[in-house]
C-alpha cells in the first residue's frame, strides 16, 4: 500500500461491500488513504448468479492485478443455445475465445458474484477496516467533514463517505435535491433467479427458451452439483413493479402463477424454487441521475448508474467506475470538489454508451408475444448462426459494449 502525508490521507468511508465498493476501497487504500467499509449484512455478501467481465471491465481488473486469479475461478460456459419447447437447440452462439474484438452473448470472462467478491475481498482486507452487520442510516455534513450515524447507534467522522450500496441507494435518495424525478429508467422486463440441483442434461451451453406471453426461461450450469434459472418476464403492470418488494414467499407465488404453462423444464424449475435458498426477485431497471455527488458524499457503481443486466456492462461497469473515482481522488487528495467533479465529467461518456445499449425495441423482439414471433425469432437466429454471422462480428469488431473509451492512467496508485 501507498504511503500519504497525514494531511493528505483521507479517512473514507463506503456504505456497501458488494463489487463497486470493494474495488473502490482496494484502489483508495493503494492510494494511501484510511478506508473503512460497512456492509449491512452479517458477513461477506459473497452470493449471487453468474455475472461477467467485458471490455474497460477486463481492463480494470488487469490493473489491479487480478486476472490471472479471476481467470482461475471462471465458470465453464462455452456459449448460448435458443431452444423448443422440446429443448432442441434452434441456434448456439459460441463465446468469443479469439482475444480480440467483442463478447459475445457468452463472454470469455464468465464468473460467479460471489467468486469475484471474495477476489476483490482478499486483495482490499489487508489494508481497508471492515464492520459487517451494520449500515448507515444517515448523515451530516458541516464544513470538511461528514458525520455517519450507523444503525447499532454510534456515530464516527469521515472526510467522505462514499454510497454503493446498490441500486435501491440509501445514500442516493439522502442527497438528491427535492423534488427529482424517480432516477428509475423502466423497460418493463422482470427477472427472477435461483439455483436447482444439476441433472445430466444440463451442459455447459447456456440454454435460452421463449414462451409466448413475452416470456423467458434461461438455464446455465456453473458447478457439478447446480443449475442457474432465470425467469424473465416482459409486463407492465403495477403487480408486477410492486411485487419485488413483497415477503418472498408471495414473490414465488408470482412467478410460479405467471409460467405455470409455459413449457420445456419449468415444472422442474418450479418445483426447485419451492425448497431452494438463493431466490432473487427484480424489476431490469437503470438508474440515470445527474447527481453523483453533494458536497463530501459521492455514489459509485449501482448507487450511480446501473446499466442493467441487459447492458452486459453492469458488473463491468461498477469496476471501471470505482477505478476512476478512487484515480480522481488519488490524485486530488487534497480538493475533494475537484476529484468528484472530474469524476463525473471523466466517467459520464462510458456510462451514457454502456446504459445506451440498452433498447427496450430489441428486448421485446426477444421476447415475443406470440409462438409465430419465436418462431421467427429462431428462423433468424438459426440462419444467422448458419452463416456464421455473430462470430464474425464479434471477432472482427473493433470495440466492445464499451465503445471506443479508455480508461485513464492514475500513476498516484500504480504498485
Known amino acids: ?9 483521507l479517512k473514507v468511508l463506503i456504505c456497501g461491500g458488494g463489487v463497486a465498493g470493494q474495488a473502490l476501497a482496494f484502489w483508495l487504500a493503494r492510494g494511501g488513504h484510511r478506508v473503512t467499509v460497512v456492509e449491512r ?13 467485458r471490455g474497460q471491465g477486463i481492463d480494470a481488473v488487469k490493473r489491479m492485478g487480478l486476472l490471472g486469479v479471476v481467470r482461475s475461478k471462471l465458470v465453464d460456459e462455452a456459449g448460448v443455445a435458443f431452444v423448443n419447447a422440446k429443448g432442441k437447440a434452434r441456434a448456439t452462439i459460441m463465446a468469443n475465445t479469439s482475444g480480440r474484438g467483442r463478447q459475445t452473448l457468452t463472454s470469455e470472462y464468465e464468473i460467479m458474484r460471489g467468486d469475484l467478491v471474495r477476489i476483490l475481498h ?10 459487517f452487520g451494520v449500515s448507515v442510516e444517515s448523515f451530516d455534513q458541516v464544513d470538511k467533514r461528514v458525520t455517519a450515524h450507523f444503525s447499532d447507534g454510534s456515530s464516527a467522522e469521515f472526510d467522505l463517505l462514499v454510497g454503493a450500496d446498490g441500486q ?8 438528491l435535491p427535492p423534488g427529482t424525478a424517480d432516477p428509475y429508467w423502466r423497460v418493463g422486463i422482470h427477472m427472477a433467479y435461483w439455483f436447482v440441483p444439476r441433472t445430466a442434461t444440463d451442459t455447459n451451453i447456456r440454454d435460452t427458451y421463449n414462451a409466448p406471453g413475452g416470456r423467458m426461461i434461461m438455464r446455465r450450469s456453473h458447478n457439478p452439483a447446480e443449475t442457474q ?8 403492470s403495477t403487480e408486477a413493479s410492486a411485487v419485488h418488494r413483497e415477503p418472498v414467499e408471495r414473490q414465488k407465488r408470482f412467478w410460479a402463477d ?8 419449468t415444472g422442474r424449475f418450479i418445483d426447485g424454487m419451492e425448497t431452494t435458498g438463493s431466490f432473487f426477485s427484480q424489476e431490469v431497471v437503470q438508474v440515470r441521475t445527474n447527481t453523483w455527488s453533494k458536497g463530501r458524499v459521492a455514489l459509485a457503481g449501482d448507487a450511480a448508474h446501473c446499466a442493467s443486466p441487459y447492458s452486459g456492462m453492469g458488473v463491468s461497469g461498477g469496476l471501471v467506475g470505482a477505478y476512476v473515482l478512487a484515480g480522481e481522488i488519488n490524485r486530488h487528495a487534497g480538493d475533494l470538489p475537484t476529484a468528484l467533479a472530474n469524476y463525473d465529467t471523466t466517467l459520464r461518456p462510458f456510462v451514457d454508451e454502456i446504459q445506451g445499449e440498452v433498447k427496450p425495441h430489441l428486448l421485446r423482439l426477444g421476447m415475443p408475444l406470440h409462438q409465430l414471433g419465436i418462431d421467427a425469432f429462431h428462423s433468424v437466429a438459426a440462419l444467422a448462426c448458419f452463416l456464421r454471422v455473430p462470430g464474425l462480428v464479434a471477432r472482427f469488431s473493433k470495440e466492445d459494449r464499451g465503445g471506443d473509451w479508455r480508461l485513464p492512467a492514475y500513476p498516484e496508485a500504480a504498485a
Request: hydrophobic share 45%.
Open 168 to 175: 435501491g441507494s440509501r445514500i442516493r435518495r439522502a442527497i
Open 122 to 131: 482478499d486483495a482490499a482486507k489487508d489494508d481497508v477496516d471492515y464492520v
Open 258 to 265: 405467471r409460467f405455470r404453462d409455459a413449457g420445456w423444464q
Open 1 to 9: 500500500m501507498a504511503h500519504r502525508a497525514g494531511n493528505d490521507a
Open 41 to 53: 449484512f452479517p458477513a461477506l455478501r459473497a452470493t449471487g448468479a453468474q455475472v461477467d467481465l
Open 229 to 236: 434459472v432465470y425467469f424473465v418476464l416482459r409486463e407492465d
